[in-house]
């Protein structure tokens, strides 16, 4: 299955670009999920869960480093793709209402 990025209107990444930004350790993990997803495996805690609560479809890839809890938010649209579409360093337990809106 193919995954895809979420890009704004000039055509930047947010999520490739926040992707950048993390450590080593995390973006090999990420790239690590992101074959499992591409190869149609369906993942499941520690890895990733879903978030159906908060959006049907929605899912969270769950990575941690010295620096904190990093989520990269998807969907995935059977048949078609998985959507990356957010990401944080998530700093509290739950999930802030401003990052869920962006959502």
Not at 58 to 66: G, I, M, P, W, Y
Not at 72 to 93: C, E, N, P, S
């Amino acid at each position: 299955m193919k995954i895809r990025f979420y890009k704004t209107t000039s055509g930047r990444s947010p999520v490739e670009d926040f992707l950048h930004e993390c450590s080593n350790e995390v973006q090999g993990e990420f790239f690590d999920a992101h074959s499992l997803l591409e190869q149609g495996k369906v993942l499941s805690l520690p890895l990733s869960r879903s978030l159906a609560g908060i959006h049907r479809g929605l899912h969270e890839l769950r990575f941690k480093d010295r620096s904190g809890q990093i989520r990269f938010f998807y969907f995935i649209k059977v048949g078609d793709a998985i959507y990356m579409v957010h990401a944080i360093k998530k700093k509290r337990q739950d999930l802030p209402k401003e990052e869920v809106d962006l959502i």
